[in-house]
């Protein structure tokens, strides 16, 4: 379940659960392995709630009691995008829900000199216009690299509204930056922090998520 604190934002109610978990990752002191686990917890919700998003179409099939039952089934085929390195955590949090689900990749990095997000590699699937797209990112803090992503996308024919921004941790600024360039797309999150600091961190933030999952 979600609440809706802004439009097309949703935002993981705020259970007791979901708060514990965030408890443990944000803590500096977590080690490595528990911040991979836990992290990989809140991932799959995000998954499973971006998946209730999806549209479906009636289905009714028949039990083992020879009764018919009235249910739903998904209406296309999806595919994750993740954003590299940090989105790529969140892909087997994907493959968990969705068997054989095509992931494509996108790499971009900052510019030293411009200090200005630069694409420097893509490979999506052949037919990804044709698809919903989860894209995978952990933090949205300015906005930067989102935004070129879905750039990218929606280049590749992708339309806004099949896009499905899936991150742990995000900023009302990066929101309101990232809306304003595509105010269509939905963005599935865990939590929504206070703001930014000098250098542009998430606050409180957990520190850089790439590095705590895959380096400390």
Do not use: W
Not at 8 to 17: F, I, K, P
Request: with cysteine.
């Amino acid at each position: 379940m979600t609440t809706e604190p802004f439009k097309n934002v949703h935002l993981l109610t705020q259970s007791n659960q979901l708060l514990g978990l965030y408890t443990i990752i944000r803590d500096r002191n977590t080690p490595r392995p528990d911040f991979i686990f836990y992290a990989d917890r809140i991932i799959r919700l995000l998954v499973e709630e971006g998946l209730n998003h999806l549209p479906v179409k009636p289905l009714t099939v028949r039990t083992h009691t020879d009764k018919p039952f009235d249910g739903v089934s998904f209406m296309g085929k999806i595919c994750g995008v993740s954003i590299v390195r940090a989105g790529e955590s969140m892909e087997e949090g994907l493959r968990d829900c969705c068997r054989s689900v095509r992931i494509g990749k996108i790499l971009i990095q900052r510019d030293e000199e411009t200090a200005q997000p630069k694409l420097f590699f893509e490979k999506l699937p052949d037919d990804i216009a044709q698809r919903y797209v989860f894209l995978l990112d952990p933090m949205l803090a300015t906005g930067g690299s989102a935004i070129m992503a879905t750039d990218v996308l929606i280049k590749r024919g992708v339309k806004p509204e099949r896009i499905y921004f899936l991150n742990l941790i995000c900023s009302k600024e990066g929101i309101d930056k990232y809306h304003a360039a595509f105010p269509d797309v939905k963005i599935v999150t865990g939590a929504i922090d206070e703001g930014l600091d000098e250098n542009r961190y998430l606050v409180p933030g957990l520190g850089d998520f790439g590095d705590r999952y895959y380096c400390l």
